[in-house]
Each structure stands twice: as structure tokens, then as C-alpha cells.
């Protein structure tokens, strides 16, 4: 069993930085991937990045690619997702998901997922 709470959220302006976190409770952390997602208002949600239990790969979708990055640390069992260059289209609420193994870009594919958390980018 694992429960997922990410936090950091909040509102910043086009062009910075943000981290968000992701804390995980339970004794087989290191057993499960994880994943980012994010979904906007009125719209679907969809896959952000993921990486593996030893935080050792990552991938990200290629709207993201080259601003976000995935790590975590696994003794602290916390997954963070620093955000750089916020553009305003980043603008969703943030999930943080844990799947055993790999990870997937199918929200269907995962076990747990936290509470989410609002990002908002000001134009």
C-alpha cells in the first residue's frame, strides 16, 4: 500500500521555476515507478514524465521535454519535478502516480495516485 501527497503548487509567472514534490508512504517505495501527470481545465489529462525505481531513466512527453525534470530519492521516498521555463499552457493540476516495475504514459496503468496540486502560470 502506498499513499501519494504532492505539494508545492502554487502560482509564479511565465518564464520561472518551480518544484513540486511527491511523498510517499510505505515500505515498498522503491518497488514502484512513478509517474507526472497533469490535467487542465476542460481538458483531458495527460502524461507529463516518469522515472524508474532507481530514478536512473526518465522520460518525458515532448511539450515538457528540455523544461521539466523528474528525480527522486528514495531514502527520503519523495519523487520531485522541477519545472523550468513556465509557460502558461502549464498551467493543471499536477499528479503524482506510483505503478510497480516501469512506468507508463496510461494513467490507466497505475496503482496509486496523490490528491494533485494546482500550478498556475501567469501571462
Known amino acids: 500500500q502506498v499513499q501519494l501527497v504532492e505539494s508545492g503548487g502554487g502560482l509564479v509567472e511565465a518564464g520561472g521555476s518551480l518544484r513540486l514534490s511527491c511523498a510517499a508512504s510505505?515500505?515498498?517505495?522503491?518497488?514502484?515507478?512513478m509517474g507526472w501527470f497533469r490535467q487542465a481545465p476542460g481538458k483531458e489529462r495527460e502524461w507529463v514524465g516518469g522515472?524508474?525505481?532507481?530514478?536512473?531513466?526518465?522520460s518525458y512527453a515532448n511539450s515538457v521535454k528540455g523544461r521539466f525534470t523528474t528525480s527522486r530519492d528514495n531514502d527520503k521516498n519523495t519523487v520531485y519535478l522541477q519545472r523550468n521555463s513556465l509557460k502558461p499552457e502549464d498551467t493543471a493540476v499536477y499528479y503524482c502516480?506510483?505503478?510497480?516495475?516501469?512506468?507508463?504514459?496510461?494513467?490507466?496503468?497505475?496503482?496509486?495516485w496523490g490528491q494533485g496540486t494546482q500550478v498556475t502560470v501567469s501571462s
Open positions: 502516480a506510483a505503478r510497480k516495475l516501469s512506468y507508463s504514459d496510461y494513467p490507466g496503468a497505475y496503482d496509486y
Open positions: 510505505g515500505r515498498t517505495f522503491s518497488n514502484y515507478a
Open positions: 522515472i524508474s525505481r532507481s530514478g536512473r531513466s526518465t
